[in-house]
């Protein structure tokens, strides 16, 4: 079951870290970056379910924020 609760230590720091690492791309590199990132997650999480559960809730979320 994806865990959609605030469950990340230090968001703030993990955040300013995110953004340091996009700094000076490009926005094909950041793509890729974040193509990379996404895919050692996944690897990591594992579960087929709970990752199409996440694709689900990313979807539904752009969704509502473009109505």
Do not use: P
């Not at 990340?8 to 690492?21: K, M, N």
């Not at 996009?22 to 050692?40: P, Q």
């Amino acid at each position: 079951m994806l865990n959609t609760n605030k469950n990340i230590t230090r968001q703030d720091d993990f955040l300013e870290e995110l953004l340091a690492a996009h700094e000076g791309l490009s926005k094909s590199e950041s793509d890729a970056f974040n193509a990379r990132l996404i895919l050692l997650l996944a690897n990591h999480v594992g579960d087929l379910d709970v990752l199409r559960e996440a694709l689900k809730a990313a979807a539904d979320s752009g969704r509502r924020r473009a109505e």
